[in-house]
């Protein structure tokens, strides 16, 4: 092959926003202390409360899971490349910068049609929802989740370990995507995009498709129900998902529906940001703002916390008065 293999990279990040580089930085820092924040609490309340021990809510925590390492493997690297303008990584770590973004993002899809597929035997089959959906069956749904999403990921990146790189060694992105990675290859990079295509197509549209029947299903179910009370309680049990499905998926049918040629740079980079940034951090607000059970959780332990606290400074007072 012509040419050098090259073994670093150089990733551009928001060159043309270098004025505004310091807001960037600590609104990029906000953002993600508080989605690691946001999360991190609905993990320890459904691994800690016996109330949300059921597979709604085991498989929301694994969703906050996923939002935890897709965001993880992003913002580090992307508030690195704001504050220095340009960074340096090596070729083997952008390659796993895409593994674990690629497989977070398929698993999410997988997790989202599970939870919808939930909520249709919650509505649509009630009566038979605790023989069906039960613990050993939503464990086995997650296992499944997680494997075949990274398993979907890693065949590509098999696949990449075989290209040739060259250069130019210059992406101009904040992260290590699928495609700015093959336009560093001097090799025929065809079968790559094609086996991409193909697993990206299963992992999402298919998915999509699933979501799309269930809440058909759902909605046939709620217009059956008389009373208007009883719609608008049914319906808010699967509003949050709902929700986080619209926002998901558009952010995603907006990253890679559109050809890449018709999308500009800085339009990339904004729709990657609704993606890998901006979604985690809505997650567990919107989960967190229409749950009842969330709510309620939240404010038990926030009491706790507040009663351990007035505990603790009556005895330190105590403890002051005593007489040396």
Known sequence: MNGTHISEITILGFGKLQDLKYFLFLLFLFIYLLTITGNAVIILLVSTNYRLQSPM???LGNLSFSDVLLTTNIAPSMLNVTILGVSTVSLKSCIVQYLVYGGSACMECLLLTVMSYD????????????????LKLCLYLVLCSW????TATLIPVLIMQTLWFCGPNVIDHFFCD?????ELSCSDVSVAKYVVFALSSLATVLPFGFITFTYVCIF???????SVTGRQKTFSTCSSHLAVVCIYYGALFAMYAVPSGQQSVAMKKVVSLMYTVVTPLLNPIIYSLRNQEIKLAIQKYLSVCRTSYRNLSKVKAEFQSYPN
């Open 57 to 59: 809510y085991i498989l």
């Open 119 to 134: 909520r249709y035997l919650a509505i649509c089959n009630p009566l038979h929802y605790t023989t069906i959906m039960d």
């Open 147 to 150: 494997f075949l999403g990274f």
């Open 178 to 182: 699928f495609v700015p990675l093959l």
């Open 220 to 226: 046939m179910t709620i217009l059956r129900i008389t």
